[in-house]
C-alpha cells in the first residue's frame, strides 16, 4: 500500500532520447514535488505543483516538463535527453495548512542513466 | 533565502556511541525544521520534524532533536547507535512563503563500526 509510488524504478536510456516518469501519491496530500539528487546525494527542487497548479519552477531546462492531470499525479517529461541528467529523481508529496509544513513524504526514486 | 549548514560529511561511530549530526540554518522567518533518513537505493523517509511548540522533538528510531534558535541550530542525537543507523542523513528549512519548499543541507554519510 504505497504512500508515493514512482514508476519505473530504473531508466537507461541513450542521448536525444525522450522519457516520462510518472508519481502517484494515494495519501490525499495537495502538494506535490520534483526534486532530483545528482552524484553527491545533493538535493533539488525542480517543480512543485498545488491542485494542479505550477507553484514552484526552479531553473531547470525547458527540456524537463512536468504534468499534473490531478492532485495525485505528477508525471515528468524529459526531452532531448542529454548525459548532464544522468541522476535519481525523487517524487515527493505534502500537506500544506496555513502556511504550516509537516515535512515530506518522498517516493523511493527513478535512477535515470543517460548513455 | 534559507539554507542550511550540515557540519562534517562523513561521521563514524562505534556501535552503542553517541550519535550526533550537526545542522545549522538560516532562515529569515520562524523556520520549520526537518530530519530525513536516507537508506541505500532508497528514498528519503522523514525521521522528525519542529514546527511549532516544544524545542525538544522525538522522531522515529530513538532520534530526537533540540530546535536552539539563539544557536540557529538542529542537531540530531541518538543516545546509543546501532548498525541499522548506517546511512544518508539530510537537514532541511523551510517557512514563511517558503512553507513547503524544503531546502535541504548536503547530507551526512553515518557509519557504525561494530
Known amino acids: 500500500d504505497t504512500a508515493v509510488s514512482q514508476t519505473p524504478k530504473y531508466l537507461v536510456t541513450q542521448m536525444g532520447n525522450d522519457k516520462s516518469i510518472k508519481c502517484e501519491q494515494n495519501l490525499g496530500h495537495d502538494t506535490m514535488y520534483w526534486y532530483k539528487q545528482d552524484s553527491k546525494k545533493f538535493l533539488k527542487i525542480m517543480f512543485s505543483y498545488n491542485n494542479k497548479e505550477l507553484i514552484i519552477n526552479e531553473t531547470v531546462p525547458n527540456r524537463f516538463s512536468p504534468k499534473s492531470p490531478d492532485k495525485a499525479h505528477l508525471n515528468l517529461h524529459i526531452n532531448s535527453l542529454e548525459l548532464g541528467d544522468s541522476a535519481v529523481y525523487f517524487c515527493?508529496?505534502?500537506?500544506?495548512?496555513?502556511?504550516?509544513?509537516?515535512?515530506?513524504?518522498f517516493g523511493s526514486g527513478t535512477r535515470l542513466t543517460v548513455v | 533565502a534559507q539554507s542550511v549548514t550540515q557540519l562534517g560529511s562523513h561521521v563514524s561511530v562505534s556501535e552503542g556511541a553517541l550519535v550526533l549530526l550537526r545542522c545549522n540554518y538560516s532562515s529569515s522567518v520562524p523556520p520549520y525544521l526537518f530530519w530525513y533518513v536516507q537508506y541505500p537505493n532508497q528514498g528519503l523517509q522523514l525521521l522528525l520534524k519542529?514546527?511549532?511548540?516544544?524545542?525538544l522533538v522525538k522522531g522515529i528510531n530513538g532520534f530526537e532533536a533540540e530546535f536552539k534558535k539563539s544557536e540557529t541550530s538542529f542537531h540530531l542525537t541518538k543516545p546509543s547507535a546501532h548498525m541499522s543507523d548506517a546511512a544518508e542523513y539530510f537537514c532541511a528549512v523551510s517557512g514563511g512563503t517558503n512553507a513547503g519548499k524544503s531546502t535541504f543541507g548536503d547530507g551526512t554519510t553515518l557509519t557504525v563500526k561494530p
Open positions: 515527493a508529496s505534502s500537506q500544506i495548512r496555513q502556511t504550516r509544513d509537516y515535512g515530506y513524504t
Open positions: 519542529y514546527t511549532t511548540g516544544a524545542t
